[in-house]
């Protein structure tokens, strides 16, 4: 099993551009999550989906958009990118039952606006 | 809000113990706690419930008081493997499956 698997790894985008990061995960969980990483700020949430069909906004949404496109991919849109988007974004998964689920992370996508 | 964590880095000799610890201005029904190596992504440490069951990883352990809403990562006779930055996840009532995860404190043994 490949786990969570993210693409692309790398990226640098021009302010303004637009791109779409991918995510996918082989392990049959309902619940999935896009975070970013910003030195001394830990993992922020950004949106997740519980269930196939279903998204919701995280802690820091603005900018983004999501599309989860079956029970195995959920992708993350940055519609107009801009320097603040410069960051490390991980993909995660859990089963989607309850509480107290553990988290799998993809390896990341880094993300250069300039 | 996101969870406190202190010290927000500690530099330790081989052998030696470690505790950090993760505080919350909410009612937590769990906390988690993960490790991210450098450049890697954050991987799964342990689960602390409300009600005090604890699951455990390696020779680390962890305590979790719910009234204080804090919990303590315990980490004895460190070892090189044991490097990188520990991050603490909460999870509150009404929000099951979503972490609010702290700053992180950053561990550093040396040889």
């Known amino acids: 099993n490949a786990g969570v698997t993210q693409t692309p790894k790398f990226q640098v985008l021009k302010t303004g551009q637009s791109m779409t990061l991918q995510c996918a995960q082989d392990?049959?969980?309902?619940?999935m999550y896009w975070y970013r990483q910003d030195p001394g700020m830990g993992l922020r949430l950004i949106y997740y989906?519980?269930?196939?069909?279903?998204?919701d906004k995280g802690e820091v949404p603005n900018g983004y958009n999501v599309s989860r496109l079956n029970k195995r991919e959920f992708s993350l849109r940055l519609e107009s990118a801009a320097p603040s988007q410069t960051s490390v974004y991980f993909c995660?998964?859990?089963?989607?039952?309850?509480?107290?689920?553990?988290?799998?992370f993809g390896p990341g996508t880094r993300l250069l606006v300039l | 809000q996101q969870p406190v964590q202190s010290p927000q880095a500690v530099i330790l000799r081989e052998g030696e113990d470690a505790v950090i610890n993760c505080s919350s201005s909410?009612?937590?029904?769990?906390v988690h706690w993960y490790r991210q190596k450098h450049g890697e992504a954050p991987v799964f440490l342990m689960i602390?419930?409300?009600?005090?069951e604890q699951k455990g990883h390696e020779k680390i352990s962890a305590s979790f008081n719910e009234k204080k809403q804090q919990s303590s990562l315990y980490l004895t006779a460190s070892q090189l493997s044991y490097s990188g930055t520990y991050f603490c996840?909460?999870?509150?009532?009404?929000?099951?499956?979503?972490?609010?995860f702290g700053a992180g404190t950053r561990l550093a043994v040396h040889p």
């Open positions: 392990m049959n969980h309902n619940s």
């Open positions: 989906s519980a269930s196939e069909g279903t998204t």
């Open positions: 996840g909460t999870e509150s009532p009404g929000g099951y499956n979503k972490l609010i």
């Open positions: 602390l419930l409300k009600g005090g």
């Open positions: 995660a998964s859990s089963e989607g039952g309850w509480y107290q689920e553990t988290q799998y």
């Open positions: 909410k009612a937590l029904y769990s």
